[in-house]
């Protein structure tokens, strides 16, 4: 998983939502709070939401936190359910064996 500081880091690219894309989303936030203070939106820090911020943020479009920092993605839950089924299949032949051994 992404450390704190990769986190900031990453927002600072204009992730501003903070689900780990650069994204659309990140975009509208922006541009949203334009012309407002949200310190959220405020990639430059400069007080004041901006085309500045939204530049920054359309700058890094499309990058995730993953692959830019070189980090394993953790199991979505597709990959869950299929390896989930796998196990109760394997304990599921496992109690059979063991149900077998009893009967003999
Ligand atoms: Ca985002
Ligand atoms: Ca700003």
């Known amino acids: 998983m992404p450390t704190a500081e990769q986190w900031a880091i990453f ?11 650069i994204d659309e989303k990140d975009l509208d936030f922006i541009i949203s709070a334009m012309g ?37 993605k953790p199991i979505d839950w597709v990959q869950g359910i299929i390896i989930g089924g796998f196990v109760l299949g394997m304990l599921v032949v496992i109690d059979q064996v063991i149900f077998a051994e009893k009967k003999s």
């Not at 927002?11 to 894309?21: A, H, P, R, T, Y």
């Not at 203070?37 to 499309?62: E, G, H, M």
Request: hydrophobic share 40%.
């Open 11 to 21: 927002w600072s690219m204009g992730d501003v939502n903070l689900d780990g894309k």
């Open 36 to 72: 407002t203070f949200n310190p959220l939106a405020d990639i430059d820090r400069d007080n004041l939401v901006t085309t500045a911020d939204l530049d920054i943020a359309s700058s890094n479009y499309s990058l995730e936190i993953y692959e830019y920092f070189g980090i394993t």
